[in-house]
């Protein structure tokens, strides 16, 4: 096992590794794991972090799955979260990654880890990815009761 940096596993607000990895751990124990925080989610990041992966991918003869983690709409009303929420993620059916960065900005989404969604999408495009699949969208209010103020969830599964 390679050393954990642990400031970069606390970096700033983020959480996703920290969230991902224990599920990681204990339905694939002998996994390995090569953690990619993105901290510039602009297009031309999605696609240079989606090259490097791509590359990563063809040198490498194993297995490989990769898992982008990110809330979608943050403490909005149920409602709106799901509507915002759904409209950003249907454009990602045909992975077409442009027309989901530009939803999200054109609606004000408050998405947190869209840069790595895409660049996820855009990894998986050589290897012979065609379809994004919503499998269950959720929000935190369905855990709380308060759905005044929701974080959105989604699964998606990238085929």
Request: hydrophobic share 40%; aromatic share 8%; charged share 25%.
């Amino acid at each position: 096992d390679l050393p954990v940096d642990e400031q970069a596993m606390s970096y700033g607000n983020e959480n996703s590794l920290e969230v991902q990895i224990p599920f990681i751990r204990l339905r694939f124990p002998h996994a390995k794991i090569v953690p990619v925080m993105m901290g510039h989610q602009t297009l031309e990041e999605i696609d240079r972090v989606s090259r490097l992966i791509s590359s990563a991918i063809r040198e490498y003869s194993g297995d490989v799955r990769i898992v982008a983690s990110s809330d979608f709409s943050h403490y909005v009303p149920a409602e709106k979260a799901q509507k915002d929420d759904l409209f950003v993620i249907e454009a990602l059916k045909d992975l077409n990654v442009r027309e989901f960065y530009n939803r999200i900005h054109q609606n004000k989404v408050s998405a947190c880890g869209y840069g790595p969604i895409g660049a996820m999408i855009e990894s998986l495009r050589p290897r012979g990815a065609t379809r994004c699949e919503l499998v269950s969208y959720t929000n935190s209010g369905e855990a709380s009761g308060d759905y005044q103020q929701v974080v959105g969830y989604a699964a998606l599964a990238v085929d």
